[in-house]
């Protein structure tokens, strides 16, 4: 079921985002049906989430998809998050399919419910079902066969509905013909492009009247650029470099104090062997782990069994040694269990793993120790330069807002605070102010000169932080608006009442020219009408990049009947879209293709339809801070 919708797209996200629907039940995830967690991520009506249980899941689908992540650090961090939020999509959605069968009184009789652990591999012995092997397993995992067959009547209603909704969606062959004739017919049309420059009249000019009435409606084409007089300082964190004083004694004094930041990591030379759960079954795994475990206490070699069967190709030929090692560069897990051995020729206990179980020995190790003075003493004084600097850089900030707030008419107490002059602007343009005080011509600092409080105001702006400097700034004056007179913008309305009037006779034209075609007038005769011609386009599909998308989508909403339609396509620009024929499709796909690829889409609309039908009706809370 969930193939059949990964079948339908591409690439890495594809994988993932599969509508959300999932059975959730995983024979190594049961103990989570069982357990409950402090923390919960989502509530569907009265069922909760915890997020040992999104965890659990989330680490199972990551180590499914690793190759897919990308090595771009930051792209990787964001495909994780999209994984998990569809892993978490996936367990609210076998909730809320889990609530329907029960509230429908879906039933699995126990014939079926033989028959399904019978058919489960995992438990067969010799190709055979094996009942003792069926009770160790769930004693190995503390599970009680009434639990697990109680969850797995659970999963089978849940299929039941899945399958359900399977059967009863199907396609007809010739509601499938029909479907292929659509999704792969190709068109044949033409494109009639017009300009409003086309339909200029330069014989007609406009009266007195109508100048001066269009000039009066639309007098803000014509105002002047405002000019203002900006003030502002600036106060570059070089400043407060400047005025540090350091020597040996201070630095010194810094070093002491904060001798955790000059440590050299403890490091560790560590072998391990691992058993992979992808290159062989986790139980079976595990009990070779346990048998590897109990040879390396009782005299075998460490570097001879890490030959014999670590999985780990990089290091099981030289005895497992996987070199040196600091804190957290490996999983939280393995680097509980290396840090933790005690001695040189300790191992350690067996580890548990998404990714497989490990055993690690401690070969050799370097501790930690602090670096000295004389070594680091250059790092130490940028150091202690950055923490002053950013101290009195926070202290400056504080003092200056509350000078900026309580002097809102004058910058001069700021200037004194910081031993600065302002600078002025003089009366001018903002682009002029832009191109000659580069320092302004910043999204931030625009954004305070249009801001109320300073533009209308006239009050001093909040300091504003730009990379190392704070600049603040007041308007000093301002140009009252002015316009361009009459006389000096005639020629210009002019030629913006033939534009306005162009474009409305050239809307008006196309409206005559849908009409004439639908009864019949030829395209050849329109195209004399307004002295242009067409463009013809054959055997064009729904997927053609050559064709504009806007165009497309036009072109396949037309029909025999009504075959004319046109599309704004650019300022003045319009396309006459005239439907020649319609080419049936062929995908040139077998039948047996055809009918998957149909039905599979079909089957996933209203599966899609159904459990956003069951989202809708129920309760569902997502707590996106314990994600």
Known sequence: MLQNIRDRSTGWIAYVIVIGISIPFALWGIDQYFTSSNVIVAEINDTKISLDRLNNEYQNRLQEMQSM???DKDEAELQKKIIKRTVLDELIDGILVREFVNKNKFQISETSLINDIKNNKIFHNNKKFDANRYQKILQS????????ERIRISELKALQFYNNIVQSSYLSSKQIEDLENIKYQTRNFKLLSLNYNDFIDNNKNSTEEEKKDFYVKYKNIFSMPEKLDIEYIIFNKSTLKKQLVTNNQILENYYNENKFKYIIKEKRNIAQIFLSNIKNEKLNNLEIIKSIKYKLTNGHTFASIAKQYSHDKLSNNKG?????????????????????IKNIGDISDIVETAQGYYIVKLLDLNEAKIKSFISVKELVKKDYEDSQIINRYSIIFEDLSNILYENPDSLEKASELLSVRSISTGLNNLSRIKKEHNILNNEKVMAEIRSKKVYKNNLNSAPIEIKDNIIMLRINNKSPVTYKKYDDVKKEIEDLIKTENSIVTMKDTIKDIENKIAKGISIKDIEDSVGKKSVSYIDIGRDDKEIPSTILLKVFSLTLKNKVTSIESGTGNYELILLDNIIPGDSKLSKKSLESMFNNEYVNTILYSTIQSLREQSSIRIYTENL
């Open 69 to 71: 992540i990308s090595k």
């Open 141 to 148: 995992q503390n599970i009680k066969i009434p639990d697990y």
């Open 320 to 340: 497992g040694d996987i070199g040196w090692v600091t804190q957290n560069e490996l999983s939280k897990e393995i680097n509980k269990a290396v840090f933790t």
